[in-house]
């Protein structure tokens, strides 16, 4: 059974930063597609940060290249989002997601289409203040 849980949401000011953690179990990273999505208050979830079978690039939204750096511990089976530079704009509640199968598609794909992806954690509330 695929099962996921975020956690190490809080609220911060801006430039701030923090790191959020996933436990994740039944699935092989290498394997599946993995992300973190993101919705805030009155707007669609989007993905800002995705890979696809553990192979090529990590995708990043445009909104969070550059502050974001998405990555995993297959041996602890453990995915982290650390944020940096936080901005206001970035207050949401965060989810860890992920897609087993067969991958057809691209990070950027998974990232972009919601409904790709199979398996939700619960979400992490994400606040930054000005």
């Known amino acids: 059974e695929v099962q996921l849980q975020a956690s190490g949401g809080g609220s911060v000011q801006t430039g701030g930063f923090l790191r959020l953690s996933c436990r994740a179990s039944?699935?092989?990273?290498?394997?599946?597609?993995i992300g973190w999505f993101r919705q805030a208050p009155g707007k669609e979830r989007e993905g800002i940060s995705c890979i696809s079978g553990g192979k090529g690039s990590t995708f990043y939204d445009d909104s969070v290249k550059g502050r974001f750096t998405f990555s995993t511990d297959s041996a602890e089976n453990m995915l982290y989002l650390q944020m940096d530079n936080l901005k206001p704009e970035d207050t949401a509640v965060y989810y860890c997601?992920?897609?087993?199968?067969?991958?057809?598609?691209?990070?950027?794909?998974?990232?972009?289409?919601?409904?790709?992806?199979?398996?939700w954690g619960e979400g992490t509330q994400v606040t930054v203040s000005s």
């Open positions: 039944g699935f092989e990273f290498d394997k599946s597609a």
């Open positions: 997601t992920a897609k087993t199968g067969t991958l057809y598609y691209s990070a950027l794909f998974y990232c972009a289409y919601i409904n790709s992806m199979d398996y």
